[in-house]
T-cell receptor, first 111, second 114 residues
Framework: EDQVTQSPEALRLQEGESSSLNCSYT??????LFWYRQDPGKGPEFLFT???AGEEKEKERLKATLTKKESFLHITAPKPEDSATYLC????????????FGSGTKLNVKP | NAGVTQTPKFQVLKTGQSMTLQCAQD?????MYWYRQDPGMGLRLIYY???????DKGEVPNGYNVSRLNKREFSLRLESAAPSQTSVYFC?????????????FGNGTRLTVT
């Protein structure tokens, strides 16, 4: 059973067209939820950590939010350089040494 | 600041050959990880080392072995490579034991087994 699910698998936006990516998780006892950006041929690059429902973090055009069962990555007025794959990962209290990843959302922003 | 360094960047093996993927981190992290990434399947954990001297299996350990050589280095060995092990392999590290401490990744080793 998938513990972390991301949607959509792929998203194509026009430059300036805001949207949101979703990450949902099925296991209780969240210790941390992480968002990463991955460019082609590179390793994932850390963006945010969220700990509890209601928390929000922002960085430039990106804002991450967290509820009890899902997180959203909101992209406001995206630019072509925001094109990448965005991954989320969760860490649970029952085994905080393990991180469980979703399969990612591939974002393509067209000029 | 190098972060997490993986070698080699690319490798082509024939079925049955063996090889070792090397990983080193310079952030004084306690925990280190090996993941594989395949299209549509996300990152899957092969093995991890929560601290120097310990290793544990992840989701997909079959066909792999690991060695935590010291606090900085964590290697992944394929004893007899199979085409199903064609993938991109990522090493990562984190402080360990600190709530919300993220994983830091290397840039991967792209392995093809023919």
């Amino acid at each position: 059973e998938d513990q972390v699910t991301q949607s959509p698998e792929a998203l194509r936006l026009q430059e300036g067209e805001s949207s949101s990516l979703n990450c949902s998780y099925t296991v209780s006892g969240l210790r941390g939820l992480f968002w990463y950006r991955q460019d082609p041929g590179k390793g994932p690059e850390f963006l945010f950590t969220l700990y509890s429902a209601g928390e929000e973090k922002e960085k430039e055009r990106l804002k991450a939010t967290l509820t009890k069962k899902e997180s959203f990555l909101h992209i406001t007025a995206p630019k072509p350089e925001d094109s990448a794959t965005y991954l989320c990962a969760v860490q649970f209290r029952y085994n905080f040494n393990k991180f469980y990843f979703g399969s990612g959302t591939k974002l393509n922003v067209k000029p | 600041n190098a972060g997490v360094t993986q070698t080699p960047k690319f490798q082509v093996l024939k079925t049955g050959q063996s090889m070792t993927l090397q990983c080193a981190q310079d952030m004084n992290h306690n925990s280190m990880y090996w993941y594989r990434q395949d299209p549509g399947m996300g990152l899957r954990l092969i093995y991890y080392s929560a601290s120097e001297g310990t290793t544990d299996k992840g989701e997909v350990p079959n066909g792999y072995n690991v060695s935590r050589l010291n606090k900085r280095e964590f290697s992944l060995r394929l004893e007899s490579a199979a085409p199903s092990q064609t993938s991109v392999y990522f090493c990562a590290s984190t402080e360990g034991g600190v709530p919300g401490s993220p994983l830091h990744f290397g840039n991967g080793t792209r392995l093809t087994v023919t």
